[in-house]
């Protein structure tokens, strides 16, 4: 695999005075591992960004400090909501010992569901963690989905074969891709639809039947219904000799 460098610098700008360096297009990061002191430097903008736009975080990195040549992985990445870089570390390798680190999962192929219309695929898991000699650590973990032809039809992580050198530490029951139902929006307004139409025939089915709507049964209805009987009686009011008799009795 081929190895980017990274040519940096000791910083001497710490804590928040790093937002003066930014403002320059100079990126404050750190370099850091088990047997080296961490130590803070800086790197041009433009050269971060197109070496970790090749090596990304599984990719070795040379990077060239005074007279040294550091290997290094780019861990921890920072970016404001622009996407704008705004600090990084350098993680110091042994390239005799295995290192763990998360590695991509790239698709390939379309899906014989989603070619004969019978489903839709479903990423699931976007990376998995990985066991390897620097040297050896993939860019990415390549999974074909072209044989997926039926509803939930999957790919888990058991089903991939690593590269050589490669230990693969993700749970291996873990999903990675699923093929789900194909549900288009007009399926779904349809349904929608249906739903509203059931539920109207069921009200008008009820007031036929002389029975109050379920709304009613909670709320106020049957004291409202109540009222047409009580009508005639205050008309009975204004006759008040014939109203008054049956209150002595």
Not at 32 to 55: H, L, M, T, W
Not at 131 to 150: D, R
Not at 215 to 227: C, D, L, M, R, S
């Amino acid at each position: 695999m081929k190895r980017e460098k990274l040519i940096v610098e000791k910083r001497k700008i710490l804590g928040k005075k790093v937002k003066k360096l930014r403002r320059e297009g100079v990126l404050p990061a750190n370099i850091y591992g088990k047997d080296i002191k961490s130590v803070s430097v800086q790197a041009p903008q433009k050269d971060f960004e197109k070496v970790f736009r090749q090596a990304g975080e599984t990719g070795l990195v040379d990077i060239h400090l005074d007279s040294q040549t550091i290997p290094v992985l780019i861990h921890n990445v920072q970016t404001d909501y622009l996407g704008n870089y705004l600090h990084a570390d350098f993680y110091k390798v042994n390239l005799k010992e295995k290192v763990k680190t998360m590695v991509p999962i790239l698709i390939t192929g379309e899906p014989k569901a989603v070619v004969d219309k019978v489903g839709l695929l479903m990423n699931i898991l976007s990376e998995i963690e990985v066991e390897a000699l620097p040297e050896a650590l993939p860019e990415h973990i390549e999974v074909n989905v072209e044989n997926l032809a039926t509803v939930d039809e999957q790919i888990t992580v058991e089903d991939l074969k690593a590269p050589e050198g490669v230990t693969l530490l993700t749970d291996p029951s873990q999903v990675i891709v699923k093929i789900g139902e194909l549900v288009s929006k007009e399926a779904e307004e349809l349904a929608v639809q249906e739903a509203a139409a059931a539920e109207e025939a069921k009200a008008e089915a009820t007031a036929e039947a002389g029975v109050a709507p379920a709304e009613g049964v909670e709320g106020e209805a049957p004291e409202k219904e109540a009222k047409p009987e009580g009508k005639p009686e205050e008309k009975k009011e204004e006759q008040k000799p014939q109203e008054q008799k049956p209150q002595e009795q």
